[in-house]
Structures are given as structure tokens and as C-alpha cells.
């Protein structure tokens, strides 16, 4: 079992920055890749951006320059930063993580953290 808890979400004005954090925790695991994806109301979940344990990062088209992920595997916690923040940002964000745990790779999501961009 892995369980992820998030934080940082909230309300900002457009132009606005947040940070979002998510450390994972439980038994014994081995992560294999962290990200964050967002659901805004009435649409499907979506990939916005995700960063293996060896470094490499991807990120949706529409974030790429605004927000960069980032990574401490010591800890197992991903960051998501968020600058430039846009209304059309606004989502419940959730972390994810695929780990294995003695040969079984699973995926795994957080409770979600909204953020709300608007004036």
C-alpha cells in the first residue's frame, strides 16, 4: 500500500503562482514515477506533467513554460510549481504515483487539492 498526501492548492488571481506538493508513504515500495494530473468540472482527467525516479520529465502542451515538476526521491515527495496561472487552470489537481511493491506495479492516487484561478 502507498499512500499519497497533497498539498498547496487554493485560490489565486490570474498571473498568480502555487506550489503543490505530494509525498508518498507506506510500506515497503519502490516508485517508478510521480505526477499530477487535474480534472476540471465536466471534463475528462488530464495529464499535466510527470517526472520519472531517473529525472526525465513530460508536461501537457498547454503548461509547458508555466509549470515545472520537480522531484526529491529521498523524501518520495513531487512538486508541482505553478507560475503564470490561468482561469482555464482551474482543477481538482491529484497526485499520482506507479510503484512496485515486490514486483507488482500499481498505480496510486492522492484525495486531490483544488485550485481555483479567477479574479
Known amino acids: 500500500q502507498v499512500q499519497l498526501v497533497e498539498s498547496g492548492g487554493g485560490l489565486v488571481q490570474p498571473g498568480g503562482s502555487l506550489r503543490l506538493s505530494c509525498a508518498a508513504s507506506?510500506?515497503?515500495?519502490?516508485?517508478?514515477?510521480m505526477g499530477w494530473y487535474r480534472q476540471a468540472p465536466g471534463k475528462q482527467r488530464e495529464l499535466v506533467a510527470s517526472?520519472?525516479?531517473?529525472?526525465?520529465?513530460v508536461s501537457a502542451d498547454s503548461v509547458k513554460g508555466r509549470f515545472t515538476i520537480s522531484r526529491d526521491t529521498a523524501k518520495n515527495t513531487v512538486y508541482l510549481q505553478m507560475n503564470s496561472l490561468k482561469p482555464e487552470d482551474t482543477a481538482v489537481y491529484y497526485c499520482?504515483?506507479?510503484?512496485?511493491?515486490?514486483?507488482?506495479?500499481?498505480?496510486?492516487w492522492g484525495q486531490g487539492t483544488q485550485v481555483t484561478v479567477s479574479s
Open positions: 499520482n504515483a506507479q510503484a512496485t511493491l515486490v514486483g507488482s506495479m500499481s498505480n496510486y
Open positions: 507506506g510500506s515497503m515500495f519502490s516508485i517508478y514515477a
Open positions: 517526472i520519472t525516479s531517473g529525472g526525465s520529465t
